[in-house]
C-alpha cells in the first residue's frame, strides 16, 4: 500500500529550463508535504515543504504547488541548473504523526547542459 | 552549524550477528527518527525518539530497537541479523512542534553476508 507515489522513475531537463516533479498521495490524513533531495552516498537534504493550509509555497528556485482535491502536490525548478541532477523525494506528514515521514520511490532527475 | 552525524559508516556483518549504528542529531534537536532505505521498498520509517522515549514505529519486526541518551544522541540496533537487513540506515534530527521538517545525516551502509 504505497501512500505516496512519484510515477516518473527518472525525468530529463535541458538546462535553464523548467523541471517539474509531480507526487500523489491517497491517505486523506497528510497535513504536511516536504521535497528532499538525494545525492549518491548522502543523506536527503530538505528543501522546501508546505502545510495543507495553502496551496503554494516558493523558496528562490524552487515552487511547491499542492492541489488537495486532486490529492497531487508538484515541485517546479525554474531555471534548472546542473547542480540539480539528483534524486528527488516527495514526503509526507500525517496529523499525529508528524515526524513519521511516509516517502514516495523518487524520480531521478537529469539536467542535461 | 554542524549537521547530524552517523557512525560507522560502513559496516559489513554475518547473518545471525547483531548491529548497533549511532546518530549524533543537530544541537538544539531533540527528536531522532530512523529510517532504512532499500532498493525494493525505498525510504521507510522505523521509530522516532524524543525525551528518550519511543513516540513513533514503523511496521518493523521486533529486531530493531533503539534508544535516545539524555543529550539527544540515539543509537538503534539490529539483533539476528538476515540478509534482507542490508541496506542504508539513515537517522534523521528535528525541533518537533515547531515544524516538521527533518534534517538527515549521511546514512551507514550495512552489508550483511
Known amino acids: 500500500d504505497q501512500q505516496v507515489k512519484q510515477n516518473s522513475p527518472s525525468l530529463s531537463v535541458q538546462e535553464g529550463r523548467i523541471s517539474i516533479l509531480n507526487c500523489d498521495y491517497t491517505?486523506?490524513?497528510?497535513?504536511?508535504f516536504l521535497w528532499y533531495k538525494k545525492y549518491p552516498a548522502e543523506g536527503p537534504t530538505f528543501l522546501i515543504s508546505?502545510?495543507?493550509?495553502?496551496d503554494k509555497n516558493e523558496d528562490g528556485r524552487f515552487t511547491v504547488f499542492l492541489n488537495k482535491s486532486a490529492k497531487h502536490l508538484s515541485l517546479h525548478i525554474v531555471p534548472s541548473q546542473p547542480g540539480d541532477s539528483a534524486v528527488y523525494f516527495c514526503a509526507a506528514s500525517a496529523v499525529g504523526g508528524a515526524q513519521k515521514l511516509v516517502f514516495g520511490q523518487g524520480t531521478r532527475l537529469t539536467i542535461n547542459p | 552549524k554542524a549537521g547530524v552525524t552517523q557512525t560507522p559508516r560502513y559496516l559489513i556483518k554475518t547473518r545471525g550477528q547483531q548491529v548497533t549504528l549511532s546518530c549524533s542529531p543537530i544541537s538544539g534537536h531533540r527528536s531522532v527518527s530512523w529510517y532504512q532505505q532499500t532498493p525494493g521498498q525505498g525510504l521507510q520509517f522505523l521509530f522516532e525518539?524524543?525525551?528518550?522515549?519511543?513516540?513513533n514505529k514503523g511496521n518493523f519486526p521486533g529486531r530493531f530497537s533503539g534508544r535516545q541518551f539524555s543529550n539527544s544522541r540515539s543509537e538503534m540496533n539490529v539483533s539476528t541479523l538476515e540478509l534482507g537487513d542490508s541496506a542504508l540506515y539513515l537517522c534523521?534530527?528535528?525541533?518537533?512542534?515547531?515544524?516538521?521538517?527533518?534534517?538527515f545525516g549521511p546514512g551507514t551502509r550495512l552489508t550483511v553476508t
Open positions: 491517505n486523506s490524513m497528510f497535513d504536511y
Open positions: 525518539y524524543f525525551s528518550e522515549t519511543q513516540r
Open positions: 534523521a534530527s528535528s525541533r518537533r512542534g515547531e515544524s516538521y521538517e527533518q534534517y
Open positions: 508546505i502545510s495543507s493550509i495553502k
